[in-house]
């Protein structure tokens, strides 16, 4: 009841206020924020994937918008020498409005991306975006091989056959690039797992796919059982270290953390930030008082 109230009221507290629950799990609103975190996290040995926090976008117009938010960040950030690269979520450039204007924004985005040798994750958003989303990975991925991955959620069904479907895009010399996270939508049970095990479980058989077939993985999860099964299978496999990495959401177990650093893996950090983080905060809060996971959730969906 008073997580509920609290979350009821939480839109009309000053910003600051709110800023007390959000600040852990969001870098701040400006790129400088972002590239400070992100200097933080570098000095630690720590690599980033920055994330610019979008409204649920109408028109195209702020397709245009959102682009241009992430060709600046580009620049800025390779002129702060940060170790980083960055994710994107297609419906903030107009995938459920226009498919073609989307794929173009996103292309421009890794166009530029690629001129610094530079990266695009594209996050995986809820599940009539699937199919969307893997056409937008391949076409991009068949013109700029070494620039662009895409992300797949354990939790939905069909993950181990998209994995299979997708293996011609990989090759020894340009590996393809995944990011394998749990996944964060509420799915019908038809086509997604619920139960923890049974997630857990189809998330390291689709890991084991991966490695086995050398392909590059970002390892996405704060689950130490799932940790310690990748590690299981880096060793079986032998998996060399530049093949993979542990990636985990900011602010989110930092001591899980620092211990996969000290055991000498590779770890990337989502770090969000954005003028949109107040809308963003305080509308998740209310759908679901439970704060901590509802900002993360925050970060992942639309609308
Ligand atoms: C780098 C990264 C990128 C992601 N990208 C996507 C994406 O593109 N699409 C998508 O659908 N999902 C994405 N996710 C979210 C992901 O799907 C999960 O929902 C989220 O990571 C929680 O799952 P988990 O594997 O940590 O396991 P869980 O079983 O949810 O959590 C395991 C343990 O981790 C800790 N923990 C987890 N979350 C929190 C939290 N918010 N606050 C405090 N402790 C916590 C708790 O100790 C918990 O018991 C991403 C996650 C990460 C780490």
Redesign the pocket.
């Known amino acids: 009841m008073f997580n509920k109230l609290i979350a009821a009221i939480l839109p009309f507290f000053p910003k600051k206020i709110v800023w007390i629950f959000s600040k852990s799990?969001i870098s701040g609103e400006t790129i400088e924020d972002a590239m400070r975190v992100s200097r933080e996290l570098n000095n630690k040995k720590i690599t980033v994937?920055l994330d610019v926090l979008g409204e649920f976008i109408k028109t195209l117009d702020e397709a245009e918008e959102n682009k241009k938010e992430y060709l600046n960040l580009i620049d800025i950030t390779y002129k702060n020498q940060i170790d980083g690269n960055f994710?994107l979520?297609p419906t903030s450039f107009g995938l459920l409005i226009d498919k073609k204007a989307c794929y173009t924004h996103i292309r421009d985005i890794v166009v530029k991306a690629a001129s610094y040798k530079g990266f695009i994750?594209i996050?995986?958003?809820?599940s009539p975006c699937t199919d969307d989303e893997i056409e937008l990975f391949r076409k991009l991925k068949s013109e700029f091989p070494a620039n662009v991955g895409l992300?797949l959620?354990a939790?939905l069904k069909r993950t181990y056959s998209d994995l299979e479907a997708m293996l011609d895009l990989n090759s020894h010399e340009i590996p393809l690039s995944y990011?394998l996270?749990?996944?964060?939508?509420v799915e019908p049970a038809a086509i997604a797992y619920k139960k923890?095990e049974e997630?857990?479980q189809h998330?390291l058989e689709d890991l084991e796919f991966i490695l086995k077939n050398r392909i590059h993985v970002?390892i996405?999860?704060?689950?130490?059982p799932?940790i310690e099964g990748a590690y299981k299978l880096i060793e079986k496999y032998k998996v060399p270290k530049n093949m993979y990495e542990f990636?985990?959401?900011y602010?989110?177990?930092p001591n899980?953390r620092e211990s996969i650093v000290n055991e000498g893996h590779n770890v990337?950090?989502?770090v969000p930030f954005g003028k949109q983080w107040f809308g963003y905060s305080t509308r998740r809060l209310k759908e679901n008082p439970k704060m901590?996971?509802l900002?993360?959730?925050a970060?992942?969906i639309k609308g």
């Open positions: 799990y994937t994710s979520k994750r996050d995986m958003e809820d992300v959620q939790y990011r996270c749990k996944g964060i939508y923890y997630i857990n998330y970002g996405a999860t704060h689950d130490k799932l990636q985990m959401l602010g989110v177990t899980l990337r950090v989502y901590a996971s900002i993360i959730k970060m992942f």
